[in-house]
């Protein structure tokens, strides 16, 4: 079936193009060409001209020991995230899925967490996850020392992964729920009438047929946690302690803005966007072929 | 092979319930159809059987083991389901050969007894698909040959051919009465459709609204219906029905304007009765032939092989089946003749069957009324 819009006329619809195409270049191309541009060069911090430099500042980045420090932190960050989210997320909703009375309410509830702001949720973390007075206070009671994000690097990246699945854990939700609710209910009882357990019923006929929403999901997660941890990372730990936690973005963002290395910032923006841009590639490359699409 | 019992089975939903107290018996081998028109309760009958759906009450037995309490993997029934219920990510092969692979059995194995299905089913060459590249009457057979591999003691079909167009209806019928002739595992078949019913069923069970209207071989059911529901539910078109009121010497209908003469017992005068007869056993004859009832005719539907002929019957609906090559014209007057061995009474207040009124005149002489 010819499901392409067709004008009369191809000056119709290059106008009905322009809007979308004048957002994307205002908000997108332009402030990437800007920041290619600063990247090749060197910008002084209060303006007033700036001077040539080509790929010296990508050289320096990359010569640098701290820099490929975060490039690290920001891969444990999101593969772990990643993993925690959407596990998570997975087995809660195919425990909705089964039993569906006041489904709505956990709809309705657990959307929230990606509802709430970064950096209110990561406040709330904070003082859920203090060493003196949060949750762990307990466990610091019985252990002394056990838990210190403010001073053991592995303790605050654990923070962060825990403030940063939380949100990403109602997002999910919604979307395997969703995906769950999707599959034909006598897909299930033919497969129980074929013999098949719920946990066989499982890994042989749901994860499946959720494959698309899982290849989504897996996508839009390890993009967003390169790039919606910054207000995280800024309220509960700044990057700290001894750069830990000095996440790619918000390396950018401390460099740049604190350390007042525009062109600097703007080279490692350049490398996150490439980064993300891989990734994207690979996932789509080697997991999609997994994907069965109905 | 397995015989099935069932006994006092309810079934509730929150408030509601939708099977009031059913008590059947399927014998060991028989093919079974469940009729009742959607929402009586059928198919959830045929769910509690497969264990899809909890008991509320009462009890289910395969082979004298109750089963109110197993899986349904334990009850050793195969089910086809109205919309096919393939898996879509899996080939045929593998669709049929699932639940041997549940069961763990040895791969070789497997793709022997698939194999085997196949031939039976005419599958051989579409192993490799996917559910999506296949045709409804395809899909239907993959189906049935998941169904088939289990080697049921009880199959069990879920209005299975309602997806499929008329011409494989048909064909998919014949095919599964002959399965069932070959496997003669026990078979309940739940449908809406009278026809398939019908042609299908060793035993006919209707159903209406949660109860058992019936149990009866096509011919019992079409023949001597115990309700009015089941009269007018089976066969097709439906049976015409006349309201009568019982008077002194017999009927009178249609508001008094005709007499029939029937012998009676035990039903008190001025009681309500409606009236039965198939279009069917209806005979045209010339108007004014003497004893005849005048009708208007309204519609001629033409069936080729014969015709359905719509009259008013003093403002009652009629139909007459014929395959008499007559093209009454609408708006003009016949006669209509009938046995009075093809009528049925029924209860007008409960709808039942009532066997008390006797013919009073003697086959062959035409009924006057």
């Known amino acids: ?294 | 092979m397995a015989s099935i019992a069932i006994r006092g089975v309810k079934k509730n939903y929150a408030k509601t319930q939708v099977v009031h107290g059913v008590d059947l018996d399927f014998a060991s081998g028989e093919f079974v159809v469940i009729l009742g028109p959607s929402g009586c309760g059928k198919s959830t009958l045929l769910r509690m059987i497969a264990g899809l759906e909890e008991i509320s009450d009462g009890t289910i037995a395969i082979d004298g083991t109750v089963v109110n309490r197993l899986e349904p993997r334990e009850r050793g029934c195969a089910m086809v389901f109205q919309n096919y219920a393939l898996y879509p990510h899996m080939s045929v092969a593998q669709n049929i050969g699932y639940s041997l692979k549940v069961a763990g059995v040895a791969s070789a194995e497997r793709a022997q007894r698939v194999q085997a299905v196949a031939r039976v089913l005419e599958l051989e060459h579409l192993l490799d698909r996917k559910p999506m590249a296949l045709s409804g009457g395809q899909r239907q057979r993959v189906a049935m040959g998941r169904a088939m591999i289990r080697e049921p003691k009880v199959f069990l079909f879920d209005e299975p051919l309602s997806n499929l167009d008329a011409k494989l209806r048909v064909q998919m019928r014949s095919e599964i009465r002959k399965l069932h002739r070959r496997l003669s595992a026990t078979s309940v078949f739940v449908t809406h459709d009278q026809v398939e019913a019908m042609t299908l069923a060793d035993r006919l069970v209707v159903m209406n609204g949660g109860r058992v209207e019936q149990v009866g071989t096509p011919a019992e059911v079409y023949s001597r219906p115990a309700s009015r529901f089941v009269a007018t539910f089976v066969g097709a078109p439906a049976m015409n029905m006349l309201e009568g009121t019982v008077t002194l010497d017999g009927l009178s209908l249609l508001g008094g304007s005709r007499k029939l003469n029937v012998s009676r017992t035990g039903v008190p005068v001025g009681s309500k009765v409606a009236v039965g007869i198939r279009p069917e056993a209806v005979r045209m004859v010339a108007p004014g032939t003497p004893g005849a009832l005048t009708a208007t005719v309204d519609l001629i539907e033409e069936l080729g092989a014969g015709r359905v002929i719509y009259v008013d019957l003093d403002g009652v609906p009629f139909s007459i089946v014929t395959s008499e090559t007559v093209h009454p014209e609408p708006g003009s007057s016949i006669g209509l003749q009938f046995a009075e061995t093809d009528l049925h009474f029924f209860s007008s207040e409960t709808g039942a069957r009532l066997d008390v009124f006797k013919a009073s005149v003697p086959e062959p002489a035409p009924a006057t009324l």
């Open chain 1, 1 to 294: 079936m010819e499901k392409r819009v067709t004008f009369s006329k191809w000056t119709i619809g290059i106008l009905f193009a322009v809007p979308q195409l004048f957002l994307i270049f205002t908000f997108f191309y332009w402030p990437a060409g800007q920041a290619v541009y600063w990247s090749l060069t060197l910008q002084q911090p209060w303006g007033g001209g700036n001077i040539w430099v080509g790929l010296d500042n990508f050289r320096s980045i990359l010569s640098n020991a701290s820099y490929w420090d975060s490039i690290t932190a920001s891969m444990i960050f999101a593969g772990i995230s990643t993993g925690l989210a959407m596990t998570i997320a997975l087995v809660l909703a195919a425990l909705t899925d089964r039993q569906l009375a006041g489904s709505w309410l956990y709809r309705v509830v657990l959307i929230w967490p990606y509802g709430i702001a970064a950096p209110a949720l990561a406040l709330a973390f904070r003082f859920i996850l203090a060493p003196e007075a949060g949750f762990m206070a307990v466990v610091n009671q019985a252990w002394p020392g056990f838990w210190d994000p403010g001073l053991d690097g592995a303790d605050a990246m654990a923070s962060i992964i825990i403030a940063f699945s939380w949100k990403y854990v109602g997002y999910n939700f919604i979307f395997f729920l969703a995906a769950f609710q999707a599959i034909p209910r006598s897909l299930i009882e033919a497969a129980a009438m074929d013999g098949s357990g719920v946990i066989r019923r499982f890994w042989d006929i749901q994860f499946p047929l959720i494959t698309p929403t899982i290849f989504f999901l897996l996508v839009i997660n390890i993009t967003e946690s390169f790039q919606d941890s910054f207000g995280i990372v800024d309220i509960m730990t700044a990057g700290g302690p001894a750069n830990a936690t000095n996440l790619m973005v918000y390396k950018i963002y401390s460099d740049g803005f604190k350390g007042l290395d525009y062109s600097g910032a703007a080279a490692q923006s350049i490398i996150l966007m490439l980064l993300i841009i891989a990734l994207t590639i690979v996932q789509f490359r080697f997991i999609e072929r997994r994907v069965h699409y109905r």
